[in-house]
């Protein structure tokens, strides 16, 4: 067997009992063997500010370190107004400099969209995609993931409890392994 690729998470909400927190966690065991997931934490980053960026702090570069490894970016993010949550947008910008030392730039990427309403994050997904672009990570076109119901989809244990969604997500992972070899940096 080869080795695994390892799949930094990255989840957009802090709550503690989150929907993209699960669904991350519930990624992970539907993920392919060919597929290591580890969550990210965005938490504790302070607020991005380039006059920092000579003497950055200790969270941003502990960030960068974990990030920067990864062969590629799952990112788990609820929808805030029509896009993504201002924490994932700071750990994008905390990522993504100095200006050329960023920890994204050719990392094949996904993205799932989870909320409890029923268009399942469409906005914050698009909105995610139009970053990914400029910071040169290829995202999976196909299939795309806006997950609704959130409310409905776990059981106790966090598995997804919605068989039909759960199948989705499988064929997704899998999707997302192939997307991974066929983008991946030599």
């Known amino acids: 067997m080869t080795t695994p690729r390892n799949v930094a998470v990255i989840v957009?909400?802090?709550?503690?009992?989150?929907?993209n927190?699960?669904?991350?966690?519930a990624l992970e065991k539907l993920a392919p063997p060919s597929l290591k997931?580890?969550?990210?934490?965005?938490?504790?980053?302070?607020?991005?500010?380039q006059d920092e960026d000579a003497n950055?702090?200790?969270?941003?570069?502990?960030?960068?370190?974990?990030v920067r490894p990864a062969d590629a970016v799952l990112f788990v993010t609820p929808e805030y107004n029509r896009s993504v949550p201002g924490v994932l947008k700071n750990a994008i910008d905390v990522g993504s400099r100095p200006y050329g030392k960023s920890v994204w730039s050719g990392k094949p990427a996904a993205i799932v969209s989870v909320s409890p309403g029923a268009m399942?994050?469409?906005?914050?997904n698009h909105h995610l995609r139009q970053s990914l672009v400029f910071l040169d990570m290829p995202a999976m076109?196909?299939?795309?993931?806006?997950?609704?119901?959130?409310?409905?989809l776990f059981d106790e244990e966090g598995?997804?409890?919605?068989?039909g969604t759960r199948g989705f997500l499988a064929k997704f992972m899998e999707s997302f392994a192939a997307w991974i070899e066929?983008?991946?940096k030599a």
């Open 21 to 25: 927190r699960k669904m991350a966690l």
């Open 56 to 66: 950055p702090p200790a969270v941003w570069t502990e960030f960068r370190d974990k």
């Open 37 to 49: 997931l580890a969550i990210v934490e965005i938490g504790a980053l302070t607020l991005y500010n």
């Open 120 to 124: 399942g994050g469409f906005g914050a």
């Open 141 to 152: 076109p196909q299939p795309e993931a806006y997950i609704g119901n959130a409310g409905a």
């Open 159 to 163: 598995g997804i409890k919605v068989e």
């Open 182 to 184: 066929a983008n991946a």
């Open 12 to 19: 957009g909400s802090l709550r503690k009992d989150s929907f």
